[in-house]
């Protein structure tokens, strides 16, 4: 079986803080992959990244940066110096290898404040 | 290029009628997929269409759920007798599909259902 667990429901910061979205996974596959969206208020889930299992690299995109780690299950988001802009909620996601649904972590909802 | 456009946008029912919520997927794309989004459930998966066929299903709540897909295109999602715990924003994706399986699913606004 499969699961995502996002532990934070709910992260409050100030523009321009660093804010880290925490992503942990369960799933017996070797080969699976994980992916991270972004639902802003207006409601519609936007695609932000996916990441192999085979691929441990981290990969950084403008502010956002993913840390992957097999070894802890782990698949973190981190916004740099965030924006109000930034306030949604963020769902980690799995898939397994051959399969097609996603499993998806509750979401972390984030409030960025002037 | 467009994106998933589901309709209608918001959708309001009483007990007991059925609905059909529509799903355009993005042109090309091959699987399409039906999740839920609810306050107490989050986001769980419905169905899965690989073309018109549906290999997946084992996201349907009860009988009372169907969908169907037709040239490859265009879904609809239909639940008889709505109940009040039908209430949730229906949300549908697409993908291509490699040799390495689906790819990243990109999803539509959603339908707001609400079962009075």
């Known amino acids: 079986a499969q699961k995502v667990t996002q532990a934070q429901t709910e992260i409050s910061v100030v523009e321009k803080e660093d804010v880290t979205l925490d992503c942990v996974y369960e799933t017996r596959d070797t080969t699976y992959y994980l992916f991270w969206y972004k639902q802003p208020p207006s409601g519609e889930l936007v695609f932000l990244i996916r990441r192999n299992s085979f691929d441990e690299q981290n990969e950084i995109s403008g502010r956002y940066s993913w840390n992957f780690q097999k070894s802890t299950s782990s698949f973190n988001f981190t916004i740099t110096a965030s924006q109000v802009v930034d306030s949604a909620v963020y769902f980690c996601a799995l898939r397994r290898g051959a399969g097609n649904m996603l499993t998806f972590g509750g979401g972390t909802r984030l409030m960025v404040k002037p | 290029g467009a994106g998933v456009s589901q309709s209608p946008s918001n959708k309001v029912t009483e007990k007991g009628k059925d609905v059909e919520l529509r799903c355009d997927p993005i042109?090309?794309?091959?699987?399409l997929y039906w999740y839920r989004q609810s306050l107490g459930q989050g986001l769980e998966f419905l169905i899965y269409?690989?073309?018109?066929?549906?290999?997946?299903k084992s996201g349907l709540p009860s009988d009372r759920f169907s969908a169907e897909r037709t040239g490859g295109s265009v879904s609809t999602l239909t639940i008889q007798r709505t109940q009040q715990e039908d209430s949730a924003v229906y949300l549908c994706a697409s993908s291509l599909i490699s040799s390495a399986g689906p790819n990243e699913q990109f999803f539509g606004p959603g339908t707001r259902l609400t079962v009075l």
């Open positions: 042109s090309g794309h091959t699987a």
């Open positions: 269409f690989q073309g018109n066929s549906a290999p997946d």
